[in-house]
């Protein structure tokens, strides 16, 4: 099964193409250009230089969240709008997710954040066994001294674009923390492949139309909104877009 996958939920932004398990090829940028101009381009080139066209591909798949935003959408209305052309399933996988498969070679216990800012991060917990990685827990946003006090001094690896962050932030409190080399640290177009290779296999797909972004938690701009309609500065109004509620 070729899927052709998309990264865009970070500051990296990722596409790969892969046959069942192997990986075909893959580009990777973290160079602080906006999604909006990368993604697409990489996946075009990726592709011609494959001598592949989207017709060849079996399904698309994207990291959907949580992340960046503004990198879910943008990876999210990518896929859609190639699958919606060439008439292909899609499959939507955690971010989150997608780091575990990504850094699974690593073995052991992972801790995948990302920066969520005001000292949280959209956090995960996997055990890998057998080169797959097996949750611990659902994906949340969770304070830095939440997620220190549930690991304690376990041996973990962190993976993910927050990973810094949280280590110099807990390290002290963690002593079996230990980061992630470079190349298994972000979330990449491979990962996001991996991690919905069994969901594709099983069936597990949805129509582009189907296909949705997930948030753990509304915007900034929202929460603000939000706040000053409790604060009856301006009239209620619905709100602008779905997010997890457990999370406000």
């Known amino acids: 099964m ?13 596409v790969a193409l892969t046959e069942d398990d192997r990986l075909i090829a893959q580009s990777f940028q973290n160079c602080g250009l906006t999604h909006s101009r990368t993604l697409l ?6 592709l011609a230089n494959c001598g592949v066209t989207i017709n060849d591909v079996d399904a698309l798949a994207v990291a959907h969240g949580p992340g960046s935003f503004t990198g879910v959408r943008i990876g ?16 939507g996988v955690s971010t ?46 969770l304070k830095m001294t939440e ?7 376990a041996p973990y690896f ?13 390290k002290d409190h963690c002593i079996g923390l230990r980061l992630a080399p470079p190349e298994l640290r972000y979330a990449t177009g491979f990962g996001v492949a991996a991690a919905a290779l069994p969901l594709a296999q099983a069936g597990k797909t949805c129509s582009p139309q189907e296909l949705d972004a997930f948030y753990l938690r509304r915007p900034q701009a929202e929460r603000e909104r939000m706040k000053r309609l409790a604060e009856n500065r301006y009239p209620k109004a619905a709100p602008l877009m779905r997010y997890c509620p457990e999370f406000q």
């Open 158 to 170: 962190l993976v993910g674009d927050g990973a810094n962050l949280c280590y110099n932030t807990i």
């Open 76 to 91: 999210v209305a990518t896929v859609k709008g190639l699958a919606l052309g060439a008439d292909k399933p899609c499959v």
């Open 96 to 141: 989150l997710e997608a780091m575990a498969w990504g850094a699974r070679a690593l073995g052991g216990s992972l801790c995948c954040v990302m920066d969520a800012r005001a000292g949280q991060v959209y956090n995960a917990l996997f055990e890998v066994e057998d080169l797959t990685p097996r949750r611990l827990c659902d994906d949340r946003a």
């Open 2 to 14: 070729k899927i052709l996958a998309f990264e865009s939920s970070a500051v990296s932004a990722s």
């Open 147 to 153: 997620l220190s006090e549930e690991i304690g001094e």
């Open 41 to 46: 381009p990489m996946a075009e080139a990726l």
